[in-house]
């Protein structure tokens, strides 16, 4: 069953991109661009009942940073969230990530909280992933990208909850936070934000230029009105300028910078060994993902002198079974690869191969700014300042800004 859902995702993609021929994908293409156009009336109806106070935005009374986009996947989103809390708790923040847990499991018996201050008993929280001493669950039960900031963010808390204003009130209540990060909260409106930053991917900045569900794009480009950050991502170091022209057409305001999501090192995926990124100079690679952008993983994988053999995709947050690993395996085996190399988010999703006849490595990424670090600056000053403001003044100043519709 699992298999067949990867390829009926893998079938949808290809029609939304245009790779898919014949008479059947140009037939679903018409039906999908058709049903883009209520997915569309939809989301405007949904800005305009927020904006005109018919539906209301709960207050937690603390500072409420969303980080988001409006297209589906492919930002590089969990390295600018994990950056952000980085810099944030250096500052002196109590930071806590707020995640839906995309894909993740229900828990089989729900988690019980100890306040350790006051002794209260919490018997049904939101799930905890990581409380900031230790992480509290798995990939399976947290989702691949809440773990993986619960595994690389000492000190942070992760909640997982699809009601984020009650997962909210838990971290600040229970968890003591004061900057809560709202993971891929654009369009979660249920929660007022203090500020919205939008990541847009330089490759694809408006998707395949369709609204879901023809295309990638959650909301039209005039909604990036909302915005007061814009970060343009995995930028080469090449001029934006006509980029930046376009973004200005939707958002005068916002201060925009560019930044790069660049590999730093490879890291074992069952082992703590670390190699540089020389490693992959002239080595034979087998690649595995589950990803957004395959593509990109694999181009990088050459750019850095990687001679990838092949490439076995699936699906975006796939859950790797043993079934499909173990071909893998044998593949690699055979066809004499020296080494596995996968993206970090798979790797907390990938299964222990009952032999590891290969070595196998994830590829770690981190974010580094290329224009635009004095206001990268002042953002995270403008966030540790405005903790200590009241919370109606946010409201105030954010229901005063129009949202397009």
Not at 211 to 240: H, S, V
Not at 323 to 343: L, S, Y
């Amino acid at each position: 069953m699992a298999g067949d859902n990867n390829e009926l995702e893998k079938w949808a993609t290809d029609v939304i991109f245009g790779r898919a021929r014949g008479l059947g994908p140009s037939v679903m293409r018409i039906v999908l661009r058709g049903l883009s156009w209520v997915y569309r009336f939809g989301v405007n109806l949904r800005l305009r009942l927020f904006r005109s106070g018919w539906k209301s935005r709960s207050n937690l009374g603390t500072m409420v940073v969303s980080i988001g986009n409006i297209t589906v996947g492919g930002t590089g989103k969990t390295p600018v969230v994990e950056r952000f809390a980085r810099e944030l708790m250096a500052r002196g923040r109590k930071v806590a990530i707020l995640s839906r847990g995309y894909k993740s499991s229900e828990l089989k018996e729900r988690q019980r909280w100890t306040n350790p201050e006051t002794g209260e008993i919490v018997t049904s929280p939101p799930k905890i992933v990581s409380d900031g001493r230790e992480v509290l669950l798995g990939a399976k039960y947290a989702g691949d990208e809440p773990f993986m900031l619960a595994k690389n963010l000492s000190g942070v808390s992760v909640v997982v909850d699809r009601d984020r204003v009650r997962g909210g009130r838990f971290a600040v209540k229970e968890l003591g936070a004061d900057t809560l990060l709202l993971d891929d909260g654009l369009q979660y409106l249920d929660l007022e934000h203090s500020l919205d930053v939008v990541l847009v991917d330089q490759n694809a900045p408006f998707g395949n230029g369709y609204i879901l569900p023809r295309g990638t794009m959650r909301e039209p480009p005039p909604n990036l009105c909302r915005a007061d950050y814009i970060f343009i991502t995995k930028c080469d170091g090449n001029p934006q300028d006509e980029l930046i022209k376009r973004i200005r057409k939707y958002n005068q305001e916002a201060e925009i910078l560019q930044c790069t999501h660049g590999p730093k090192h490879l890291q074992g995926v069952f082992n703590d060994e670390v190699l540089s990124l020389d490693a992959l100079e002239g080595k034979y690679i087998g690649a595995i993902s589950g990803i957004a952008q395959p593509e990109s993983f694999d181009r990088l994988l050459k750019e850095l002198g990687g001679k990838v053999m092949f490439h076995t995709t699936f699906s975006d947050h796939h859950a790797f079974t043993s079934k499909e690993i173990e071909p893998f395996m044998d593949r690699c085996i055979n066809r004499g690869v020296d080494m596995i190399v996968t993206t970090e988010k798979d790797a907390v999703r990938f299964p222990k191969p009952n032999k590891i006849d290969v070595p196998i490595y994830y590829l770690r990424i981190e974010v580094s700014i290329l224009k635009g670090e004095e206001v990268w600056e002042q953002c995270l000053e403008r966030i540790c300042k405005r903790v200590s403001r009241e919370p109606e003044d946010w409201a105030e100043e954010r229901l005063g800004r129009p949202e397009s519709a």
